[in-house]
T-cell receptor, first 114, second 112 residues
């Protein structure tokens, strides 16, 4: 079990640029989650998928954020255009269910927008 | 919406002292999970509690779920420097198909 794999680990970009974060969930997990972590707001759920279908995107901050899951082993979170306030650590997590199984988090992507 | 608060936000203890963090939900929870995040790391699942009044132990860690299923606690006996990190509770609102809501976290610092 390789765990949840995220890339890149660090991303530094200039305001206005497009940023794409990538995630490979644990094989067999039906649920995939994207979280954002900041000191001010803690861990926020942005969106989650069940069997590659977006179920709840109410946490996505605005239209600049979009997420896709084209297949069971890959998901992307895109920010276009990026802004300095998007600077945060973005975690991807996967699990068997949404209700009562543990979330397995990736190592995260630390995004800095200057 | 559902809110999950943890107190304290931060605690600094000397190695060997005990530590407790409390988790309080604005709504009744169907279950509660606890995670630990080391500095610079990612949250790692520790345990899940489901039943009212449930108590579970993992070595020096004791987890409790309140009778009303609206609060929970994590107690660490005789802390060690390896316990350093932020502890999060996370719960799902009872009777709904809602997602896991994470608490605000308690950061624990342990010094020799």
């Amino acid at each position: 079990d390789a765990g949840v794999i995220q890339s890149p680990r660090h991303e530094v970009t200039e305001m206005g640029q497009e940023v794409t974060l990538r995630c490979k969930p644990i094989s067999g997990h039906d649920y995939l989650f994207w979280y954002r972590q900041t000191m001010m707001r803690g861990l926020e759920l942005l969106i989650y998928f069940n069997n590659n279908v977006p179920i709840d995107d109410s946490g996505m901050p605005e239209d600049r954020f979009s997420a896709k899951m084209p297949n069971a082993s890959f998901s992307t979170l895109k920010i276009q255009p990026s802004e300095p306030r998007d600077s945060a650590v973005y975690f991807c997590a996967s699990s068997w269910t949404v209700y009562n199984s543990p979330l397995h988090f990736g190592n995260g992507t630390r995004l800095t927008v200057t | 919406g559902q809110q999950v608060m943890q107190i304290p936000q931060y605690q600094h203890v000397q190695e060997g002292e005990d530590f407790t963090t409390y988790c309080n939900s604005s709504t009744t929870l169907s279950n509660i999970q606890w995670y630990k995040q080391r500095p610079g790391g990612h949250p790692v699942f520790l345990i899940q509690l489901v039943k009212s009044g449930e108590v579970k132990k993992q070595k020096r860690l004791t987890f409790q779920f309140g009778e009303a299923k609206k609060n929970s606690s994590l107690h660490i006996t005789a802390t060690q420097t390896t316990d350093v990190g932020t502890y999060f509770c996370a719960g799902i609102r009872s009777g709904t198909a809602s997602k896991l809501t994470f608490g605000t976290g308690t950061r624990l610092q342990v010094t020799l």
